[in-house]
């Protein structure tokens, strides 16, 4: 049985921080200050849900940033899932109900993202970025999401656990 109210909700979320990033933040002149919240989908996908769960959340916002941002279809989302993946490997027997597990887990997860989409288009078009620029996007960005990051967590946390984002019991 789906649980439909889940599946709304996460619609509604991905919405809003689609709508919010790309219509109001990045226009905002921010720079390298402008949060990315499409990037906590998969972070918190896969710490708080797995491997699995952070790689189904990656593809679907990388594939939004594509769409968006893009030059090359599907590298966001092959980076996003990656690291989706391999946050919730890596996080697998943590204690989930502290703040600071957020915080590292964005402090790992955007610079080996940024740093992976830098590497994959400077192979694949031939035009790699200078590390002056990749260290500002990779400090900026990082600074701003992990402020952002307990903010964020424990309404998604709670939500996971206890309210509508809750999965629903295998039946048998």
Request: with cysteine.
């Amino acid at each position: 049985m789906l649980n439909w109210r889940r599946y709304v909700t996460l619609g509604v979320l991905y919405l809003l921080a689609f709508l919010l990033q790309y219509g109001v933040l990045n226009n905002l002149g921010w720079g390298v200050f402008c949060p990315q919240l499409l990037i906590f989908f998969p972070i918190f996908g896969g710490l708080l849900r797995g491997s699995i769960c952070g790689v189904k959340h990656g593809l679907l916002c990388g594939l939004l940033m594509d769409l968006v941002i893009g030059r090359f279809v599907g590298l966001n989302a092959l980076v996003w899932g990656a690291t989706g993946y391999l946050l919730g490997r890596l996080t697998r027997n943590l204690f989930k109900e502290n703040y600071l597990i957020a915080i590292v887990s964005v402090l790992v997860a955007y610079p080996v993202s940024c740093l992976l989409y830098a590497l994959f288009i400077g192979v694949i078009s031939g035009d790699f970025f200078s590390m002056t620029l990749i260290s500002r996007i990779i400090l900026g960005g990082t600074l701003v999401n992990c402020f952002l990051a307990p903010i964020i967590y424990l309404p998604t946390y709670k939500s996971l656990s206890y309210g509508w984002l809750k999965a629903l019991p295998k039946q048998v």
